[in-house]
Each structure stands twice: as C-alpha cells, then as structure tokens.
C-alpha cells in the first residue's frame, strides 16, 4: 500500500506534492527523531491538518511490498513495487512500457535511483540485475547481469552508480560495471544498503558489517565488526545511525570508528533523513 499525506502549507508546486509518504509493508510505528542524539518525539496528531490518500492496486493488480521510492527532476515519482517499476503522477500508477518502449522485468523492484543526469536506475529481486531508463528507453549498455536479488542503489559525488547485491557490490563507470572484491578489502557477501555522502564518501551495508569505500580506484576497509549486519543506515560526514535486526538502532562515531554511543530504544525498519535535517525511522 502506499498512502500520501499532503497539506497546502507545506506543499507547494507539482515536484513537492508529497510531503510525508508512508509505506506500509508491515505495522510499523513512525518516529521522528533529531540527530545526532536520536530522541523519539511524540507524534500524535502529526498528520492533522493533512489529506491522506491511499492506493493498494494498480490495475486491479495488488502493489505488494513497496520497496523503494525516489522522485525525479519532473515530479514523478518512481515507485519500486512487489509488481516491477511503477510511476506515479499522483493520480496514477504507470508501468514503463505504458509511456515509452522501454521492457523491464515484471519482477519484484526493490531498489530505485534517480540519478544526477535525470536517468532512473532500478534494481530487481530474483536475478533481474539493475537496469537503467534514459527517456523512458532500457541503456542495455548500462545494464548488471546479477544472480539473486540487487537491493541497493546509488550514485556518489564522482557520478559513479553503485548497486549492492546478494554476491557483493559493483559500480557503473567509463561505460561498464566494476565489481569490488576481496583484493578490494570487500568479502564476498550480501550488501543490503548503499550511501553516498557528498563528502565524496561512501558507506556500504552488509550482512557482516559497515564498510566505508573511498577512492578513484574504490577501497573498502571495515568500520564496524562483522557481527553487526546492517540493514539500514543514515548519517551524516561525524555520526552513522546503522539498523540492526536484533539489536536495533546503533549509532556509530565515525571519528572513532566503531565506537557505540547512546542508541534509541526498539528495532530498526527503515531510516530516511528529510531535508530539515530530521531523521524518520520506522520501527517495528
């Protein structure tokens, strides 16, 4: 289900008609919190004033799990879904081969990138790999060939697309996809999240840990031990706030590597910063 909180005051102009985008894959609760301390603030009532509108179809077809949401430079925004890559105007959900020749895999979208050039970047679950739309047309220069299920996407300071994967983490540059390794200081493991600072650095998710990747020819070094898995993390360039699936929100100073600080009660779902520098959590 997707659902779309929209209120006259804060929204103003097409490109911003969502303000708050709920995604509901399991009951979760919202909270807003104010890094680097991380403290839950009551919100009752913070939707008042809002109109909310919710869809579950498109088509007649259930979304399914709604798992990543990026908006591009039009106002679209582009919605990975349990059913493939969907667009949404805000009244309508569109698959690409609707408004353009593009063909996709009718696969479980789990990751989406709108990139700096205008470009969108999805990934699939079940060996669909990652592809990229350029005018509504499939780059097939552009596109992974993976096994499993890519789970993250997204682009750095320098321009290069990053997609974490069930098999580790590759990068798109000079026209071809890199894949970094063991000789690159990466293990060969399942890489669930991908962030891009514009510090130029870059901060990677695995199942065994927080690894930091920096440079034109990209070296991973590890930041947190190997039995933090990370689900999802959010930060800025002194403080990473990581999800665990066991031990919930772990804060890490990155001044100091792996060093733990204070964290915020629960487990972590999904983590998102908006652009007044709040960070939202959803928790189980």
Known sequence: MVAIAEGSTMCRG??????????????????LATAPRALALELDGVL???????????????????????????????????????????????APDRFSAARLPSLDARAVLTASDGSIWVGF?????????????????????????????????????????????????????HAIGRRDGLPAVRVLKVMALPDQSLWVGTVAGLYAVSGHHPRARAVSTPDVPVRDLVGDGSHLLVTHPEQGFVPLGLDTAARRTSRPSGRGAVLMRDRRGHLWVGRA
């Open 125 to 177: 679950a079940r060996g669909g790999g990652a592809h990229r739309l350029v005018n509504g047309a499939v780059d097939t220069a552009a596109s992974l060939a993976v096994e499993g299920t890519v789970h993250a996407v997204a682009e750095d300071a320098m321009g290069r697309i990053w997609a974490g994967h069930d098999h580790g983490l590759s990068y798109f540059a000079g026209g071809r996809w």
């Open 14 to 31: 097409f490109t911003q008609f969502v303000c708050v985008l709920l995604v509901s894959v399991l009951p979760v609760s919202v909270l």
């Open 48 to 94: 008042s004033g809002f109109t909310l509108a919710s869809w579950r179809d498109h088509d007649g077809t259930r979304l399914g799990r709604v798992s990543a949401i990026a908006q591009d430079t039009d106002g679209y925004l582009w919605l990975g879904t349990g059913i493939g890559l969907l667009r949404f105007d805000g009244l309508h959900f569109d």
